[in-house]
């Protein structure tokens, strides 16, 4: 009655999906039913160590996150896990062949986050890659099915897209990140006077970001294609929103898109599919 199990963890999997970001979810809705599950599972896996770092102040932190890594590596291993979020995980990592090493580094920057964070140049591409380009790179994974050559073609774009979502969280919590949480990700940046200039220059590195994930998104196969660039567009309406924004204000308060906007932003990604825009 494993299969019963199973069942129950791919649910709760989606559940968090769904209640921590309705724009992944939506996204989600538009890949191919199939794949849904899986990417459900990487999402509630990353999403509950993140969790952990972010908002479970007030107890034992680093503990919380060793456990849940040994519990992951463990259920890995096993092919099994009670921990629902894991077990799900963990089918996701053996059907598509998920390295370790994605794993590893995701934890690596996840560590990262139990201290305070003032990143240096080469501290800021650490903690992307293994808080945004592996999770990229395991959902290519599944995007790919298998197909080893369409996966070594998209990675770099894969990577680029995750940097390129990253950064524009970055932005969109900078208040937040740095008032409360104490950290700073963006290297030789004054977040206490945050610039202009400064402001500037990022945006102009998520452009780059965005415009080669773009071609990425485009070699896509259909299964996975649309609800990609859903994402996407979703993530470029939220960072049109913030280049419009004087750089202090983006201290003052969390950039959001409304669901009008995103509806909105559904249909434009439907038709261009259709007209085969993309």
Known sequence: MKQLFDKLSAQISKRVTRTYSTSFS??????????????YAIYGFVRVADEIV???????????????????????????????????FQQAVYEYDISSHLIEAFFQSMKMDLQEVDCTSEE??????????????????VFTEG???LYNELKPHARKLGMAFQKV???????????????????????????????VQIEYDIEEDFEEALIG?????????GGVYLAYLT???LFNKIKKMPAQQILSKRVRINNGRKFGIMLNSLVQ??????
């Open 169 to 199: 969280n970055f932005l969109r919590d900078l208040r937040h990140d740095y008032h409360v949480l104490g950290r700073v990700y963006f290297p030789r940046v004054d977040i206490s006077s945050f610039s202009e200039e400064a402001k």
């Open 26 to 39: 939506l996204g989600i809705y538009f890949i191919h039913k199939d794949l849904r599950d899986a990417i």
């Open 147 to 149: 197909n080893k050559e």
């Open 273 to 278: 599919q259709k007209l085969k825009l993309i």
């Open 235 to 237: 993530y470029r309406s």
């Open 217 to 225: 998104i485009k070699k896509l196969p259909a299964s996975s294609k």
């Open 124 to 141: 800021y591409k650490k903690y992307i890659y293994g808080s945004a380009e592996v999770v990229g790179l395991m959902c290519l994974h």
């Open 54 to 88: 972010d908002s479970f102040e007030g107890y034992d932190q680093e503990y919380l996150l060793t456990e849940f890594q040994q519990a992951a590596h463990e259920a890995i291993e096993s092919g099994i896990s009670t921990n629902p979020v894991l077990n799900s």
